[in-house]
């Protein structure tokens, strides 16, 4: 997956969940701080990643061996305002 910042789609911003299910993959997730170095971390079966809608710019590198399952979601505060224009792109 390409570097990219997740949509905000609620006001306040979601919280995007990536949950691994499981990973004999040879992919990296990486993010950018704000200094402009880039993180990099090796997701283990049961890790979570949480990331606020808007914030950092986070990929995935391409997976050349095994195999990457996860769950992706969303959480969203109780009363929080759905961004309709967000939705019109």
């Not at 880039?38 to 949480?50: A, G, R």
């Not at 986070?58 to 939705?87: N, P, Q, W």
Request: proline share 2%; net charge negative.
């Amino acid at each position: 997956m390409e570097w990219h910042v997740d949509d905000t789609l609620f006001d306040p911003p979601q919280l995007e969940v990536v949950f691994t299910l499981e990973n004999t993959s040879d992919c990296k997730t990486m993010w950018r701080l704000d200094d402009g170095s880039i993180q990099t971390t090796e997701t283990d079966k049961n890790s979570v990643v949480l990331l606020t809608a808007g914030g950092v710019s986070h990929c995935v590198s391409s997976l050349k061996t095994g195999k990457r399952v996860i769950l992706k979601c969303v959480y969203c505060r109780d009363g929080a305002s759905f961004l309709e224009e967000e939705m019109v792109k």
